[in-house]
């Protein structure tokens, strides 16, 4: 290798597409050793998670240039506050904390917010068969119980109905428990081959104990806006969400 050479490095990562099927290269420019240096230590550290603890570094304060994740799906950081959540200055990812009802941390993820970060989410090793992430709109729980895949759709969901994230697409029997005591559930996984997988198990599993439905949507329900969320659920209209849906559609690219 030439001095040039070792001095830099040309960072690529190769994507697939699974909407056209497409494969291609996203370039990232040039890296010098110790950037690239740094972003190994920073993929080392994150498979390094050994403890249910939350990071010794854990702050409630989230950098508004990292928080722009929670932005894009509508979480305020008030909001993210509200539900515990925080940020590790170590790990460079967000944390979402998951307690249970006498307030003992259980699990978090970890959300990166970095393109060159090996893995997208971080979490602790523990069991997590009988674990959701429950959330419930202002008014208290609802006869009917919308299940997500991730934490930021059911935040999102949950401020119209009562949502909980299974946190992946595979519905346990102890998850299923919990569930069947809703007078309908109704699954909104991600609208790819997995989620639709995950829709049509998890509602057969609970079909013979209560009534099921599925909801499907061209994107992530974390992704689209509060009005779209209850017309998709077939909720009655809330003005109050018709000022921030009419600026969210008619921004300036």
Wanted: aromatic share 8%.
């Amino acid at each position: 290798l030439s001095s040039s050479s070792a001095a830099s490095d040309v960072y690529k990562r190769q994507a697939y597409c699974f909407r056209c099927g497409n494969v291609g290269f996203e370039k990232h420019g040039h890296r010098n050793l110790a950037e690239l240096a740094e972003i190994r230590a920073l993929n080392s550290q994150a498979l390094e998670v050994q403890t249910h603890e939350l990071p010794q570094d854990f702050s409630p304060d989230i950098p508004s240039e990292q928080g722009v994740w929670l932005f894009k799906a509508g979480i305020s950081v008030r909001r993210a506050a509200s539900l515990g959540m925080g940020w590790s200055d170590k790990l460079q990812r967000i944390i979402m904390p998951l307690y249970g009802s006498d307030g003992t941390l259980l699990y978090w993820q970890g959300r990166a917010v970095h393109k060159y970060q090996a893995q997208k989410y971080i979490n602790p090793p523990v069991p997590k068969a009988d674990l959701l992430y429950w959330v419930h709109p202002d008014s208290g729980p609802t006869a009917t119980v919308c299940v997500t895949e991730d934490i930021l759709s059911a935040i999102r969901i949950g401020k119209h109905t009562s949502a909980a994230s299974i946190l992946g697409t595979k519905t346990s029997d102890q998850q299923a428990a919990q569930l069947m005591e809703y007078d309908t559930v109704a699954y909104w996984l991600d609208p790819d081959a997995a989620g639709h997988e995950g829709n049509i198990k998890g509602t057969r599993k609970l079909a013979l104990a209560t009534a099921t439905r599925i909801i499907t949507s061209e994107a992530d329900p974390k992704n689209l806006s509060d009005r779209v969320i209850r017309d998709t659920l077939g909720l009655t209209p809330n003005h109050r969400y018709e000022y921030y849906d009419y600026n969210h559609n008619n921004r300036q690219p």
